[in-house]
């Protein structure tokens, strides 16, 4: 797994690549909480180069999706694979997690 | 469990029936002659209040419902009280649910229905004392500091101690359950349950997380399933009760997908509701197969308040119901292709399967050849259920 971040005014933005699993569920949780600021209105997740979630990843997600909604920012995720939209859906994430076609859709929906 | 083997138990009996003593003693002797077991008794809830105050040593109550003084639900709430290490096992009348769901729901750890078959306690009871080893291992490995691998270790054998070890099957239908154990991570379970006027749960899960704190979660969710399972009859207000309860206090973001059915033999009917896991497939006599239908749901423990969706199918005789976890969709080989729905679901075009057992081993071994030795990521487990017929 990889972890690319950068910034847009208020915003942070990750992207993802390769796989998150059990096996480094742990370096994801603490690179994604290390890059997050108190000033953030909005994370979004790109993922379209995300291989696989399995759900020691989720939990990493809803771990940060809680702490964000204490200060009042989104979590946001966008480009979804096929696969990794179909583990979103399966699971009832997409409904914890609004997730959007591309990153410019995504930046859309924080400016409302 | 041949290492626990050596190990001596005492278990308190709470019967106001007189012939339960000799009964027990009898029937149990071989137990009790080899060391394992040592019984002392109590007539009612209040005597055996006073023999827990009085010695230490008892690991498990099994305890009868209607007592006079005190009866069993009211000394199932004082045990918890008064050591919540020890674990208890209700004895109720066949298809007293509200008692035994009430039972359940006050920390009983299972159930057995009268008349008593001996057997069948004597599994219970091993499975529940299993369980509360593993369960104090949990609690002082979670409390000192042990290494990874010991930890994994607990968890693993909490993990193994709530699974279920006989298959309910009966006239038209059986079931059955498998898991196959990730080396370190996982969080799978499944259970089987027999409910109200003949029909039967059946629950597959999936645990967020690893680790002792993941096991604990699992226990709970476990408990909890099984509670509101008996109390319950719509699979959608089951999850529905299940997820406000572990979304309670939750402060670990550790969540569970579960796919909850009721199968009625007497009918075929089949209703389930699905809290974020994968759809079940139901494979036909002639080999052709269907994917049950989506039903509105989010995983457990994520989120109070939410609603579950009921589904309804039909099992004509000869279906087989297979439930799952991702790790048999997910299982990968030596090129990280996934074995997916698409070879799942062709397991059976050569032939329907002619049990459960036989389904389940079937899909076990197609994981099995098409990963070819690739190291297992996750549990993988299987549940079945077949309707017998022409």
């Known amino acids: 797994m990889e972890l690319k971040t950068t910034r847009e005014g208020t915003n942070l933005i990750v992207d993802m690549e390769g796989r998150v699993d059990g096996t480094n569920a742990m370096d994801f949780q603490s690179a994604l909480e290390g890059a997050i600021q108190q000033s953030d209105q909005g994370v979004i997740m790109d993922m379209g180069q995300l291989q696989y979630i399995s759900s020691a990843g989720l939990r990493v997600i809803l771990l940060v999706a809680k702490s964000l909604q204490k200060q009042n920012a989104k979590l946001l995720g966008c480009a979804l694979s096929e696969s990794v939209r179909e583990i979103f859906a399966i699971s009832g994430f997409d409904k914890i997690v609004p997730v959007h076609d591309s990153r410019a859709d995504a930046l859309k929906a924080l400016e409302d | 469990m041949s290492e626990s083997e050596s190990e001596s138990y005492k278990i308190l009996v709470v019967d106001d029936e007189p012939d339960v003593e000799p009964l027990m003693l009898q029937r149990m002797r071989r137990h009790i002659r080899s060391g394992r077991y040592s019984f002392v008794f109590a007539q009612n809830g209040i005597e055996a209040l006073e023999v827990l105050n009085n010695d230490a040593e008892i690991d498990m109550v099994v305890s009868d419902i209607n007592m006079p003084r005190m009866d069993g639900l009211t000394l199932l709430s004082q045990i918890s009280e008064l050591n919540p290490d020890l674990r208890a096992v209700i004895v109720s009348a066949y ?143 089951v999850l529905r009760e299940v997820n406000n309860l572990l979304a309670e206090d939750n402060e670990s973001a550790m969540f569970v997908t579960v796919l909850y059915a009721v199968y009625d033999p007497a009918t075929g009917h089949l209703s389930y509701a699905n809290g974020g896991h994968n759809l079940p497939v139901i494979f036909h006599g002639d080999g052709s197969c269907i994917v049950l239908p989506y039903t509105e749901g989010l995983a457990l423990a994520v989120l109070a308040g939410m609603e579950f969706d009921t589904g309804e199918v039909t099992l004509a005789p000869g279906d087989t119901l297979v439930l799952y976890t991702d790790g048999v969709t997910e299982a990968m080989d030596a090129e990280n292709v996934e074995f997916g729905m698409e070879r799942l679901q062709a397991v059976f075009a050569s032939g329907a399967p002619e049990s459960a057992e036989a389904a389940n081993e079937a899909v076990f071994a197609a994981v099995r050849e098409f990963v070819a030795g690739a190291p297992q990521s996750d549990d993988i487990t299987c549940l079945t259920l077949r309707r017998i017929g022409a």
Do not use: C, H, Y
């Open chain 2, 95 to 237: 298809g007293d649910m509200k008692n035994i769901r009430t039972a359940m729901n006050r920390g009983a750890f299972d159930f057995v229905t009268k008349p008593l078959d001996f057997d069948d306690l004597q599994v219970t009871i091993e499975r529940t004392l299993e369980n509360m080893k593993a369960w104090k291992e949990a609690l002082s490995s979670r409390d000192k500091l042990v290494s990874l691998q010991r930890e994994l270790d607990v968890a693993s054998q909490m993990q193994q101690s709530i699974l279920p070890t006989q298959f309910p099957r009966g006239d038209g239908f059986e079931t059955f359950g498998s898991m196959e154990p990730a080396r370190n991570v996982g969080g799978d379970f499944f259970d089987v349950v027999l409910l109200d006027d003949g029909q039967i749960g059946l629950a597959i899960a999936d645990v967020s997380g690893k680790g002792v704190p993941a096991a604990l979660f699992m226990m709970s969710s476990r408990t909890l399933l099984k509670g509101s399972a008996i109390g319950l009859t719509e699979p959608g207000k």
